[in-house]
């Protein structure tokens, strides 16, 4: 780090409530309110005439007569860049490969004694944790996350809340547990995001594998993206370039993370969690083989049931049920839906298939409806 040229000194004096064998303490770093920094972005845009639309799912990109046709429900655009800053590429995308999708728990607490840590803090720990503190408008809170995994890998989410809980109540004194949520984020093959133009086409760019730090790294990506549709260089473009070629450092963690699509893809065709839908109780979700035919079936807390394709939209991996968050999550390429199927994260921008289910009052089970 101090050949880097960064300001960092070894040190076992933390102002931590229990004890560390050794740190690396960095100097003069920012904590940021990721949200007020956004809104400051979408300000600034907006003063300079830029228009923002949210709540616009783009369903369709084509790429004809040297312009880009973006496609929503309700529009068409037309553009002569197109950038997907999508956490991850949307549609089929080769950098799919050599990004893996992370899912990582956070909680924020409020302490009796009052004494927040002041600093940012993660250990090397595996699962690893990260320590900061939030100051709200009256109450301040501890902010405690970790315990990741990749997502739709954990057998049950819910457990990783109870883990943190526990790692941060044996640590700090916690009056209660204000908060909780979880993230997603993606770790690259070589350790550094892609950052440039997207494989296949020149005029279209992406940035992918911020690996948990999105607020540095979407700032960069943003620079050197910028520099790129306007001609101009860019001193950082080499490191972070998205077409660049590294299997001396990428090759371990690619045929490791890429085994795992595979297995899960042949894998989990096989497996099934029930046999009839009564098995599935409210606010569950289970894979169920009817009739020799999977099911992602999934029923609300009002004991409503339902059913569709458990395959992903994106590349036809089979989701798993997210306990927690009640969702249902790809462990290929990460795409999510809620309990009714309708897609909430990309790369997938559809929809898991529809499955009609009706009662049969004779036999006092809901089952597949039959098409006529």
Known sequence: ???????????????????????????????????????????????????????????HVEEKDDYFWVRTASATVKAKSLVMATHIPVFFNVLQAVVAPYRSYVMAAKLRSGNYPEGLFWDTAKPYHYIRTYQGDEVKYLVVGGEDHKTGHGENSEENFQRLEKYIRERFD??????????????????????GRSPFSKKAYVATGFSGDGLVYGTIAGL??????????????????????????????????????VKHYLGDRIRADAQEFSDVKDGEGKIVTLGGQKIAAARDENGELHACSPACTHMGCFVKWNNSEKTWDCPCHGSRFNNNGEVIYGPAVTSLKKIEVEYDAEKKKEKIKKRK
Do not use: H
């Open 1 to 59: 780090a101090s050949l880097a040229g960064l300001n960092v000194s070894l040190t076992d004096d933390l102002p931590l409530p229990f004890g560390v064998k050794k740190a690396l303490r960095f100097e003069n770093q920012a904590q940021f309110n990721a949200q007020k920094y956004l809104n400051g972005l979408a300000r600034s845009l907006r003063e300079k005439g830029c228009q923002i639309f949210e709540n616009s799912l783009v369903n």
């Open 224 to 261: 050197i993206i910028a520099d790129l549709i306007t001609g101009k260089e860019n001193k950082w473009l080499e490191a972070y370039d998205s077409t660049r070629f590294t299997p001396a450092v990428s090759v371990y963690d690619f045929i490791k993370e890429n085994s795992d699509v």
């Open 174 to 195: 916690v009056e209660e547990i204000s908060y909780r949520w979880s993230g997603q984020y993606y770790e690259p093959a070589d350790g550094l995001p892609y950052v």
